[in-house]
């Protein structure tokens, strides 16, 4: 089964407020990364996040992860119309050389 | 660096013929991801090399999927028979991994975008 789970499925806003997404894990990892994908395109890295690190910021994202909760979440400030796509997390295992997505959230920014 | 290339960028075939997926990954990388992805069942990681040799290809699905690596520079993704169930999205991903369990940024190609009717 796959490792990560986001929450929500789907999010519509309004152009200037924020995004919040989550994703949750099952088992212990090395790190944890987002990605974005454009619809009909490949996933475009956003930022990754190691085990020992508890936020992380890269212009409008900022990344938290609990690792006692297995779960992190992913803000977009000041939201945009070219930030609607759909947003992954993805987990690498700290046993074995699994490598994970999530199911991924929709974010649909309204203009 | 033109970043990860797939071909063919759509593939429509028949039930029962083989298809070949082409990946060219970014030059100097060392790790090669290929990827399925359907609205059922999201983003699967079918397998993936390191320095050319297969790592871990659980996710494969069944004997009609094969891989292989022959150099840095090219991947395979092979269908034999290929059923209708195997439509999905391919993408082949490419990174650079200090040890062989490293998964770091992944780089996307575009994507194949197979139909078996």
């Known amino acids: 089964s796959q490792q990560g789970e986001e929450d929500p499925q789907a999010l519509s806003i309004q152009e200037g407020e924020n995004a919040t997404m989550n994703c949750s894990y099952k088992?212990?990892?090395?790190?944890l990364q987002w990605y974005r994908q454009n619809s009909g395109r490949g996933l475009v890295h956003l930022i990754l996040?190691?085990?020992?690190?508890r936020e992380k910021h890269s212009g409008r994202l900022r990344v938290t992860l609990d690792t006692s909760k297995k779960s992190s979440s992913l803000l977009i400030t000041a939201s945009r119309a070219a930030d609607t796509a759909s947003y992954f997390c993805?987990?690498?295992?700290?046993?074995?050389?699994?490598?994970?997505f999530g199911t991924g959230t929709s974010l649909t920014v309204i203009p | 660096d033109a970043g990860v290339i797939q071909s063919p960028r759509h593939e429509v075939t028949e039930m029962g013929q083989e298809v070949t997926l082409r990946c060219k990954p970014i030059s100097g990388h060392n790790s090669l991801f290929w990827y399925r992805q359907t609205m059922m069942r999201g983003l699967e990681l079918l397998i993936y090399?390191?320095?050319?040799?297969?790592?871990?290809d659980s996710g494969m699905p069944e004997d009609r999927f094969s891989a292989k690596m022959p150099n840095a520079s090219f991947s395979t993704l092979k269908i034999q028979p290929s059923e209708p169930r195997d439509s999905a999205v391919y993408f082949c991903?490419?990174?650079?991994?200090?040890?062989?369990?490293?998964?770091?940024?992944?780089?996307f190609g575009p994507g194949t975008r197979l139909t078996v009717l």
């Open positions: 088992t212990s990892i090395n790190n």
């Open positions: 993805a987990t690498d295992a700290s046993t074995g050389n699994q490598f994970y």
């Open positions: 996040i190691r085990s020992n690190e």
């Open positions: 090399f390191n320095n050319n040799v297969p790592i871990d």
């Open positions: 991903a490419s990174s650079f991994a200090m040890t062989s369990g490293d998964h770091n940024e992944q780089f």
